[in-house]
């Protein structure tokens, strides 16, 4: 396993304080503050840790409150808050410097039949036809200010290959509408959780970034404002994260200096694995 996946598995694994009570190291993603999905996925790692053997998450709502420093521990306080015949609550609020940065609602459930429907996956070239981001980054690396330059080239422990990609550096007017295949770069554990908290930590990827299309605008220009406010997911059904991954996200609204932006992941048997949405922070300075 590359040490760059070690590293990330490591630190949605997060350290156990106390029964209820973990601690978690950040990432620099090259801005100077925690990237969203780090928070989103050390957080479902923590409730997960907390839940009767044999629940999974089905669905997780999270409001993102502060912006996360990098360089201090992050403290995740569980909430144990129902375990029922069926179903499991948590709650976690993540602290620094005594303040909550981020509160997540989680729920997991036993493994049940019922019934059975979803969404036709939408077409897509094979992942195996598109370059990398770490390819594509390269091409431009001259180009891409520091330290997003050595993050963006580097080794990356979830592969990523974009349909049709953009450059945030010279945005153009398109459709709100992107197609992201990921993978991570090896094989993983076998535990579920592991898998749920690796495609929370993606999910945050290219999100919010879809909502500025139709308005040719990138999250890298000094005039605009952009940030998670909120995020939700749904898991459907099981899936491996080192098996490919695509996910379809769109933007049906920006109104009121926020963009709403929704997404699903289909695997490459066109299973809907898991749904997503999120409204973001759009604006102009």
Known sequence: ????????????????????????????????????????????????????????????????????????????????????????????????????????????????????????????????????ERELATRIADKIPEPLRSRLTAERPIEVRQVDPVNPLAPEKRPPHRQVWYRTAEALPDETYVHQCLLAYASDFYFLGTAMFTHGVSPFQPNLQAASLDHSMWFHRPFRMEDWLLYDIDSPSTSGARGLVRGQFFDQQGRLVASTAQEGLMRKR
């Open 1 to 132: 396993m590359p040490n760059v996946l070690q590293e990330l598995l490591e630190l949605l694994q997060l350290e156990r304080l106390e029964q209820n009570l973990f601690r978690g190291q950040s990432q620099d993603p090259g801005w100077g503050t925690v990237y969203g999905g780090q928070v989103l996925g050390q957080a479902l790692s923590a409730a997960s840790q907390t839940v009767p053997e044999g629940r999974f998450a089905h669905s997780l709502h999270g409001y993102f409150l502060r912006s996360g420093d990098v360089n201090a521990p992050i403290i995740y306080d569980v909430d144990c808050i129902r375990d029922g015949k069926s179903f499991t609550t948590r709650r976690v609020v993540a602290i620094q410097h005594g303040r909550a940065i981020f509160n997540l609602s989680a729920s997991f459930q036993v493994v049940e039949e019922g019934f059975e429907h979803q969404s036709q996956m939408p077409e897509a070239p094979p992942p195996e036809t598109l370059k990398s």
